[in-house]
Nanobody
Framework: QVRLQESGGGLVQTGDSLKLACAAS????????MAWFRQFPGKEREFVAA???????RMKDSVRGRFTISRDNAKNTAYLQMNNLKPEDTATYYC???????????????????WGQGSQVTVSS
């Protein structure tokens, strides 16, 4: 069992930055992979970024260069640093964890076992 606590969402203006945090507690086996997804109203969740500790991670192409995923292994906390935010980044952001996944599975939400409560990010124009 893994419990995820998200923090850091909010209302910002275009061009601003936000940093989301996701603290995981519980079964370390099920939090080897930590990822961020986002969901727009009426849409399916879409992959944003994933970290696999010592293996290569993955990033959605459209946010590469603006978003960065990082991880503090001592705190078992993942972060999503979002810079130069745009109105189209407005969504509910979710963190998720899974055991070790292969690279091709990282963007598949069905491969993740535990989910955070969601953090609303709103970017005004």
């Amino acid at each position: 069992q893994v419990r995820l606590q998200e923090s850091g969402g909010g209302l910002v203006q275009t061009g601003d930055s936000l940093k989301l945090a996701c603290a995981a507690s519980g079964d370390a086996f099920n939090s080897v992979t930590m990822a961020w997804f986002r969901q727009f109203p009426g849409k399916e969740r879409e992959f944003v970024a994933a970290d696999r500790r010592r293996e290569s991670g993955r990033m959605k192409d459209s946010v590469r260069g603006r978003f960065t995923i990082s991880r503090d292994n001592a705190k078992n906390t993942a972060y999503l640093q979002m810079n130069n935010l745009k109105p189209e980044d407005t969504a509910t952001y979710y963190c998720a964890t899974a055991p070790r996944l292969i690279w091709s599975e990282l963007d598949n939400p069905s491969r993740y076992n535990y989910w955070g409560q969601g953090s609303q990010v709103t970017v005004s124009s």
